[in-house]
C-alpha cells in the first residue's frame, strides 16, 4: 500500500539496479501474500493495529530469472 511505482523506481536507483535487468514486485495484498506464502515459502502476516509497520514479512530477498524460475532467496 505504501509503496508506488516511483518510489521502487527510487530504491531500484538508489541500489543500482539497471532497469533492463530488474523487475520490482507490487500488486494488490491477496496476489502479494499468495505469492509470498505460497510460491517463495515466506512468511507473511498483519501486524496489530497501532504497530509501526502494517504488516509483519520475511526479510528474505527472492531473485526470480526471466523465465519465472527462483534462482536464489538471500538474507
Known amino acids: ?12 536507483k538508489t541500489f543500482g539496479a539497471d532497469p533492463a535487468q530488474w ?8 496476489e502479494i501474500r499468495s505469492l509470498a506464502r505460497g510460491g517463495f ?4 502476516e498483519d501486524a496489530q493495529p497501532g504497530d509501526p509497520e502494517p504488516i509483519l ?17 538471500y538474507e
Not at 41 to 44: E, H, N, P, S, T
Open 41 to 44: 515459502k515466506l512468511a507473511v
Open 23 to 30: 523487475t520490482f514486485l507490487r500488486g494488490e495484498k491477496p
Open 1 to 12: 500500500d505504501r509503496d508506488s511505482v516511483a518510489d521502487m523506481k527510487e530504491y531500484a
Open 57 to 73: 514479512h520475511s526479510t528474505r530477498f527472492s531473485l526470480v530469472d526471466g523465465d519465472g524460475r527462483l534462482r536464489g532467496s
